[in-house]
């Protein structure tokens, strides 16, 4: 079965320090991946997607992701955190274009010290 | 508002009773998805309806949960006979076919606490 993997669970920075969180899937057919951001009290929303092409992907609010087939990682980073990132950010996996249904990470949680 | 709109927003009930929520998609969505998101973890899929038909269920999706979507716009999902282990976000999402994959908008949730 596919899984998606965030092996961090809680990150704590401070403004404009840089941020790189992982994440990894299991499988080794054609994936579809994203990342998705969940601000306190709101709903889920699409930050960057993955489908073909070139394995950098921006993304909205600074942010982008890197595509590394060989290592089944689609890692999310932004150079500078602001405060107003704090937010629960989850990674997730479609497979072969099937776009039936997405397998989230666990997530992880992140917060900016002002 | 334009978004997918889910209610109740928050629900308590006490074990062993029903309770149904509405995922209220956008309107030119065809694709409508549940999920089920527990304290610490990701949201998990349940299941998936295009148009009216509904295509996939996950096994997480007991004989005690029912979703429907009768004519293709709205859906319910029932709980019955509810267990504590169900309190959770229920999360409606819906994405429009011609989008493609992962093309969706979630809603706001359900929260449910059993007690």
């Known amino acids: 079965a596919q899984s998606v993997s965030q092996h961090n669970h809680h990150v704590i920075l401070s403004e404009a320090a840089s941020l790189e969180l992982g994440c990894n899937y299991s499988?080794?057919?054609?994936?579809?991946l994203f990342w998705y951001v969940q601000y306190p009290g709101q709903h889920l929303q699409l930050l960057l997607k993955?489908?073909?092409?070139?394995?950098l992907v921006k993304g909205i609010k600074g942010f982008e992701a890197e595509f590394i087939k060989s290592k089944f990682s689609f890692n999310l980073r932004k150079p500078s955190v602001q405060w107003s990132d704090t937010a629960e950010y989850f990674c997730?996996?479609?497979?072969?274009?099937?776009?039936?249904?997405?397998?989230f990470g666990g997530g992880t949680r992140l917060m900016v010290k002002p | 508002d334009t978004g997918v709109s889910q209610d109740p927003r928050h629900k308590i009930t006490k074990r062993g009773q029903n309770v149904t929520f509405r995922c209220d998609p956008i309107?030119?969505?065809?694709?409508l998805y549940w999920y089920r998101q527990t304290l610490g973890q990701g949201p998990e899929f349940l299941t998936y309806?295009?148009?009216?038909?509904?295509?996939?269920k996950s096994r997480l999706l007991s004989d005690r949960f029912s979703a429907e979507r009768p004519k293709g716009s709205f859906s319910t999902l029932e709980i019955q006979r509810t267990e504590q282990g169900d309190s959770a976000m229920y999360l409606c999402?819906?994405?429009?076919?011609?989008?493609?994959?992962?093309?969706?908008?979630f809603g706001s949730g359900t929260r449910l606490t059993v007690v």
């Open positions: 499988y080794g057919g054609t994936v579809n």
């Open positions: 999402a819906s994405s429009r076919q011609a989008t493609g994959v992962g093309g969706y908008t």
């Open positions: 997730a996996v479609i497979l072969n274009n099937a776009g039936n249904m997405l397998t």
């Open positions: 993955y489908f073909s092409g070139d394995p």
């Open positions: 309107s030119e969505h065809n694709r």
């Open positions: 309806f295009q148009n009216e038909a509904q295509l996939e």
